[in-house]
Structure formats: structure tokens, C-alpha cells
């Protein structure tokens, strides 16, 4: 567990540790981990994983399994570690998340404000707030409680993006005047994006006679949002949003993909497309690799593509 933490901590490239995910993943190893690691350990590993943005179904299977001893016996870090991880790579696994809740009012006591962010934000991105409503205001009353000279301008984002999914699945949830409006400033700053590749895709469509649309729309209708999660390309009469994948969307996969096989989106992307749905807007996603491959096509190949996906749009 060490070694995947140290990894990680100092940034090495992802394709360098991609014998080391593929050897974590083995039934073998993960076997070893859960019977040997202790929950601090087994959450290195996983947090690791996460930080290189590997897919990892055989850990994932492997701490699902185990959940209850694991997280029961884990202190708030390993524990807000284990969901954060897990909700970051989309694996949204209800047996893990039940146990994470089942320990929520003692985290609420005895963790520190980061692992009180770290699992409001995992149950938001995993779409599990509503059903486990008593856990989450547990949760938030205690971060409405905490110093807000703790809490970074990260922390703040994930709060206001926690309230927004809240939203979502029909809870609201109070802060305080100081606490909200540190989140409402925090989702005012400008998320980066794939500007190329969003600058690529609007030629193309208007290239193909695609009018009409607007780049970079809040999905909500009076923008309560801000910056956070808007849409990158938006059909607004028809109400269809165009979603541009770039990279940071997607797992480093383990295993070999089949010919025009995506990689698995992480949770954050499928985060957003959940709520964008929630909110009456039918959601297209277009991925960078896909968007490669056209490019090589010829330019009738190219209008069909658009055409079939896009149908009377604009």
C-alpha cells in the first residue's frame, strides 16, 4: 500500500504504473490485501489507484465483499478515503456506501473537516444522498459547525457541487450565511476545459449546417450553479446537451479494448449526466478517442456521423 501511495504522491506518469494496477487487480493480490491490509492500507492502495485514474473492478469486488469489517474498523481517513476513491472512479457500489453510512455519526464526531467533505461529496457523485438523508444531514450540520478558515477553495467547490446534486434528488440542504456564500464564491471561478477540442467540435457542426447552439450553459434554469457543471454544448429549444469527453473523463483502462470500445468514464462525469437528466435535459456524450477517429473518415462519413447523432438538431 505504500509503495501505490508514494506512486501517486509523487506523480508518476499512469503508464508507468500500469503492470502495477493490472497486479493489484488479481484475485490473487486483492485476496492478500483484504486478508493481510489493514483498512488504512487497503484505502492507500485504492486512493492510489484513484489518483492514477486506473480501473480496478478486481479491488473494487474485492473491498464490496468486505465492506462491513473494513470500514467498521477503519478510522475517519481510511474510511472517507475509500468512499472518495470509489465515487472518483464511478464504482458506485451500494454495499460499501451502506457501510460508510452505518458509520457516519461517529465520523461526524471524530473526523476532521476533510473527512467530513470527502464522504458528503462521495455519496453526491455516487447519487446516494436522498436514500441515506439522515446520514448526509448528519454530515452537513457538523461541516456548518466547523472554523471556515479550515476549508480551502476545493473544499468549498465540492460543498456547493454536494448542495447542487442535493438538489438533484429532491433534498436542500441549509448552510450557514458565512458558509454559503464561501460556496457560492467558490463556484464563480471558471473551470477549465477541453477548449480545443470544444473549438473542433463547433466547427465541425457548423460546418454540417448545425446552428442554433450555445457553448458553455448552467443546466439549471436560474443558473444557481455558476460555473459548476455547465453544459459545453447546449440545444436549448430541444433541450439536448452535447457533452465533449476529453481525457480527464475517462480510466486508463487494464485490458485491451475492443475496436471503437470507450474506456469507462469516471464518476464525476457520470455524476452530471444523472443530474442533467434529473433536470429534463437528454444528455450526448461525444469522447475525444471517437472524435479522433472521425477525423480520419471522409467528409460524407464525417456529416452521417453528426447527422445519426444529432438527428434534426439546430
Not at 442554433?212 to 443546466?219: L, T, Y
Not at 430541444?238 to 468514464?265: Q, T, W
Request: aromatic letters at 8%; one cysteine or more.
Amino acid at each position: 500500500s505504500n509503495t501505490v501511495w508514494a506512486l501517486a504522491t509523487m506523480g508518476f506518469k499512469v503508464h508507468l504504473f500500469a503492470n502495477l494496477a493490472r497486479t493489484y487487480d488479481r484475485r490473487e493480490v486483492v485476496d492478500k490485501i483484504l486478508y493481510e491490509g489493514s483498512p488504512q492500507e487497503i484505502s492507500n492502495i485504492v486512493w492510489g489507484v484513484a489518483q492514477f485514474r486506473s480501473e480496478c473492478p478486481g479491488l473494487v469486488n474485492g473491498i464490496k465483499g468486505d465492506a462491513e469489517r473494513i470500514i467498521k474498523n477503519g478510522n475517519s481517513q481510511a474510511v472517507s478515503n475509500i468512499a472518495y476513491a470509489l465515487a472518483d472512479l464511478g464504482y458506485f457500489e451500494k454495499r460499501v456506501f451502506d457501510a460508510v453510512v452505518g458509520q457516519a455519526e461517529r465520523i461526524a464526531k471524530g473526523g476532521n473537516e476533510q473527512s467530513l467533505n470527502n464522504i458528503l461529496w462521495s455519496l453526491a457523485v455516487a447519487g446516494r444522498m436522498k436514500e441515506n438523508e439522515r446520514a448526509v444531514e448528519v454530515l452537513w450540520k457538523e461541516v456548518n459547525r466547523m472554523d471556515v478558515d479550515r476549508l480551502g477553495e476545493k473544499d468549498w467547490t465540492e460543498l456547493k457541487l454536494v448542495s447542487l446534486f442535493a438538489g438533484s434528488e429532491g433534498m436542500e440542504l441549509e448552510a450557514g450565511e458565512v458558509h454559503q456564500r464561501k460556496m457560492d464564491e467558490a463556484a464563480l471561478h471558471t473551470i477549465s476545459g477541453s477548449e480545443t477540442f470544444e473549438n473542433n467540435v463547433t466547427k465541425v457542426l457548423e460546418r454540417f449546417d448545425f446552428t442554433g447552439f450555445k457553448r458553455e450553459v448552467s443546466p439549471f434554469d436560474q443558473g444557481e450553479g455558476g460555473e459548476l457543471l455547465k453544459i459545453d454544448i447546449v440545444f436549448e429549444k430541444e433541450r439536448v446537451a452535447l457533452e465533449l469527453d476529453g481525457p480527464s473523463h475517462f480510466l486508463k483502462s487494464i485490458e485491451e479494448k475492443g475496436d471503437g470500445e470507450e474506456p469507462r468514464r469516471d464518476g464525476p462525469t457520470m455524476a452530471k449526466t444523472r443530474l442533467m437528466e434529473s433536470l429534463g435535459w437528454k444528455v450526448l456524450r461525444h469522447g475525444y478517442m471517437s472524435d479522433e477517429k472521425l477525423k480520419n473518415m471522409p467528409e460524407e462519413k464525417m456529416r452521417e456521423f453528426w447527422v445519426k447523432k444529432l438527428g434534426e438538431l439546430g
